[in-house]
């Protein structure tokens, strides 16, 4: 079936290090794909999105790579602060208008001071 | 803050009761859509609402119900409760009626506890 997953349940990051969280997905006609991040006790919170006709988006300290050849997507942080502590969630919207988003199980990222 | 505003924050309850969360969203927004957030899970899509009607379902009990009123706000009823639905409940808003797309922003959550 159709899934939105992520390799690895906890990520351990030195702070001032980069972090890259990876996402894979199943659905190759998902046209669209957001990361969220959630802070404990509060909601998930819009980060990056990526339409399938693009590769790479960049934002402030993100950025979002897509390889549709693999159905992999990632999340890079650059010099990951502690503020960034937090799980991250990436997300999958199928073409299809009457499908609904994916959320995948979401990884966790711990900073080391 | 994301402008969604969600109540009560926290819920505890016991089995077999019914309750109601609410959800206000952000101004101009004309779609709702409610997730359930179990322990170390990813969301799961309830349903979406759009200008007051019902626009997709996803992985909803018979036991859940939801409305979207003339204000736009919308009401997750949750009915015959179980030990099981301990969880968040989120809800989110977009001006758009795709359920997917465009992003869709989260209130704080309802934290329900079932005893």
């Known amino acids: 079936g159709e899934s939105v997953g992520l390799h690895l349940p906890t990520l351990s990051v030195q702070e001032g290090d980069n972090s890259i969280i990876n996402c894979a997905y199943s659905?190759?006609?998902?046209?669209?794909f957001i990361w969220y991040k959630q802070e404990s006790g509060k909601g998930p919170q819009f980060i990056i999105d990526?339409?399938?006709?693009?590769d790479k988006r960049q934002g402030q300290r993100v950025t979002v790579l897509l390889n549709k050849t693999v159905k992999h997507l990632s999340l890079q942080i650059a010099a990951t602060q502690p503020g960034d502590s937090a799980v991250y969630f990436c997300?999958?919207?199928?073409?299809?208008?009457?499908?609904?988003?994916?959320f995948g199980k979401g990884t966790r990222l711990h900073i080391l001071p | 803050d994301s402008g969604v505003t969600q109540t009560p924050k926290h819920l505890i309850t016991a089995t077999g009761q019914r309750v109601t969360l609410r959800c206000s969203p952000r101004?101009?927004?004309?779609?709702v859509y409610w997730y359930q957030q179990s322990l170390d899970q990813g969301l799961q899509f309830l349903i979406q609402?759009?200008?007051?009607?019902?626009?997709a379902k996803g992985n909803i009990l018979e036991r859940f119900s939801a409305q979207q009123f003339p204000d736009l706000h919308s009401e997750l009823n949750l009915s015959s409760l179980e030990l099981g639905d301990s969880a968040l409940y989120f809800c989110?808003?977009?001006?758009?009626?795709?359920?997917?797309?465009?992003?869709?922003?989260f209130g704080p959550g309802t934290r329900l506890t079932v005893l």
């Open positions: 997300a999958e919207t199928p073409m299809n208008r009457d499908d609904k988003i994916i």
């Open positions: 989110a808003s977009s001006v758009d009626e795709t359920s997917g797309g465009p992003r869709q922003f």
């Open positions: 609402y759009y200008n007051g009607e019902e626009r």
């Open positions: 101004s101009g927004d004309l779609s």
């Open positions: 659905n190759s006609a998902s046209d669209y």
């Open positions: 990526i339409r399938s006709n693009m």
